[in-house]
């Protein structure tokens, strides 16, 4: 019943859910490793999404988010290669993104990784991480300046932290 009375209310307004959003944007922000912050800082950006009504799509993010990167087909397939591992978004990724692997991460969540074809600016990459909570697929989107492997690896660390608090929350 509450997760129907969720769709529901995801249907009504959507406005809901942008207050989830917010919060992994902040869990991810304030475990980000204040040590590579100093030198390669990071902005996190969230997107959270699911099946409403048969259509795999994201319906709350923040301020910034590339929505335009992740349409119901993309989101549709980084779903069903999260859950069952043929999703074809390893062959067909999201417009203007490449998927590069598949992990589990140290909180026994399954992640997609991936980064923007084209850099933000001539310092600043993006990542792009996928996972499922519960119900519910999250991306979170990192503008890294200065981004390395060790970098990326502090940023996956924050997305997961980020993901299984919103799993511990119920999302």
């Given amino acids: 019943k509450q997760w129907y009375q969720r769709r529901v209310a995801i249907t009504a307004g959507m406005s809901g859910w942008d207050g989830w959003a917010?919060?992994?944007?902040?869990?991810?922000?304030?475990?980000?490793?204040?040590n590579v912050a100093a030198t390669s800082p990071?902005?996190?950006k969230f997107g959270i999404g699911?099946?409403?009504?048969?259509?795999?799509?994201?319906?709350?993010?923040?301020a910034g988010f590339p929505s335009e990167c992740f349409p119901?087909?993309?989101?549709?397939?980084?779903v069903e290669e999260l859950k069952e591992g043929k999703g074809g978004?390893?062959?067909?990724?999201?417009?203007?993104?490449?998927?590069?692997?598949?992990?589990?991460?140290d909180n026994d969540i399954k992640v997609l990784c991936g980064k923007s074809k084209a850099k933000i600016d001539d310092k600043t990459s993006r990542a792009v991480y996928c996972a499922?909570?519960?119900?519910?697929l999250h991306?979170?989107?990192?503008?890294?300046?200065n981004s390395n492997k060790g970098v990326e690896q502090e940023a996956l660390k924050a997305f997961t932290y980020a993901v299984s608090?919103?799993?511990?929350s119920g999302i």
């Fill in 89 to 105: 978004c390893f062959t067909t990724p999201p417009p203007g993104l490449t998927m590069i692997r598949s992990i589990d991460s």
């Fill in 165 to 168: 608090k919103a799993i511990e």
């Fill in 132 to 136: 499922m909570s519960t119900n519910n």
């Fill in 72 to 78: 119901p087909e993309a989101c549709k397939s980084i």
């Fill in 42 to 44: 990071c902005s996190f």
């Fill in 22 to 34: 917010n919060f992994t944007q902040g869990q991810a922000a304030a475990i980000y490793n204040p």
């Fill in 50 to 62: 699911g099946d409403n009504a048969g259509v795999i799509s994201l319906w709350a993010f923040n």
């Fill in 139 to 145: 991306i979170g989107v990192c503008d890294i300046e």
